[in-house]
């Protein structure tokens, strides 16, 4: 059964960084692109960032680049993102979520963990 | 920067109704958009991709239609599961979302 579980959460100041994981099971973890999802109290979605299966490739959305990095461990089966220089607007739960592998298909997000919440705040 | 633009953003409506959601796209995204639906505290689901394709699993009261700009989702038999919010969502160019539209009861 393909799992995933997001941690790392809490309460941070403004200016604050803070560092997420995702623990990946039930799936070939290295052989995904997996991305960070983002959603504020009450709010729609945000897509916030990718990494290829291999970790050498990696994009973000304009509102987090430069101050959030995502990262993986694929001898882990882990993803993270780590959050710096963090402003009151990115209080949200995040969420890790699997990119689909059939090509057919193109890039879904075929599986999502349960989110871990970020809140920045003084 | 690919904008998504869902409408309505609230529909109530009553179990047994036809459900239509639209989602339109800033830029031609060809078929590639897929839909989602989110139930409170739960992370989102994937029901629908390549504008048509049910997910396994989904019912099939569920179904996906358009291509290039204009999107519509369609519950042909609101049941009582049903009632949540759902997010369109392209993925030509990156990923963007739809601002969402919660089916509530009337």
């Known amino acids: 059964e393909v799992q995933l579980v997001e941690s790392g959460g809490g309460l941070v100041q403004p200016g604050g960084s803070l560092r997420l994981s995702c623990a990946a099971s039930?799936?070939?973890?290295?052989?995904?692109?997996m991305n960070w999802v983002r959603q504020a109290p009450g709010r729609g979605l945000e897509w916030v960032s990718y990494?290829?299966?291999?970790?050498?490739?990696?994009y973000y959305a304009d509102s987090v680049k430069g101050r959030f990095t995502t990262s993986r461990d694929n001898a882990e089966n882990s993803l993270y993102l780590q959050l710096n220089s963090l402003r009151a607007e990115d209080s949200a739960i995040y969420y890790c979520?699997?990119?689909?592998?059939?090509?057919?298909?193109?890039?879904?997000?075929?599986?999502w963990g349960q989110g871990t919440l970020v809140t920045v705040s003084s | 920067d690919i904008q998504m633009t869902q409408s309505p953003s609230t529909l109530s409506a009553s179990v047994g109704d036809r459900v239509t959601i639209t989602c339109r796209a800033s830029?031609?995204?060809?078929?590639?958009l897929a839909w989602y639906q989110q139930k409170p505290g739960k992370a989102p689901k994937l029901l629908i991709y390549?504008?048509?394709n049910l997910e396994s699993g989904v019912p099939s009261r569920f179904s996906g239609s358009g291509s290039g700009t204009e999107f519509t989702l369609t519950i042909s038999s609101l049941q009582p599961d049903d009632f949540a919010t759902y997010y369109c969502?392209?993925?030509?160019?990156?990923?963007?979302f739809g601002q969402g539209t919660k089916v509530e009861i009337k």
């Open positions: 969502q392209q993925y030509n160019t990156f990923w963007t």
């Open positions: 830029h031609s995204i060809s078929s590639l």
């Open positions: 979520a699997r990119v689909g592998q059939s090509a057919a298909a193109g890039q879904i997000f075929d599986y």
């Open positions: 990494i290829s299966g291999g970790g050498d490739s990696m």
């Open positions: 390549k504008a048509s």
């Open positions: 039930g799936f070939t973890f290295s052989t995904y692109e």
